[in-house]
């Protein structure tokens, strides 16, 4: 599901302009792989000290990894 709402963003914003905050470095790994695996790799992902310092405009979506 999170991939799909990325796909949709991903056509109408740059991808430079969006960002997946994930609090832990595995989530961060996890969450790479599966951008890059859906071609979707050009998208930003870190850790909130990553981000830190950054305009964030909204969150638009939350889902925990299991």
């Known amino acids: 599901m999170?991939?799909?709402f990325l796909r949709f963003?991903?056509?109408s914003v740059d991808p430079k302009e969006i960002g997946v905050v994930a609090?832990?470095?595995a989530q961060v790994r996890t969450i790479r792989e599966y951008l890059k695996q859906?071609?979707?790799s050009e998208i930003?992902?870190?850790s909130v000290e990553q981000f830190q310092g950054q305009?964030?405009?909204d969150r638009m979506f939350?889902?925990?990894?299991r």
């Open 9 to 11: 963003f991903y056509l």
């Open 38 to 40: 859906a071609k979707l």
């Open 62 to 65: 939350h889902e925990g990894l």
């Open 23 to 25: 609090p832990y470095k």
């Open 44 to 46: 930003s992902v870190g």
């Open 2 to 4: 999170v991939l799909l």
């Open 55 to 57: 305009v964030c405009v």
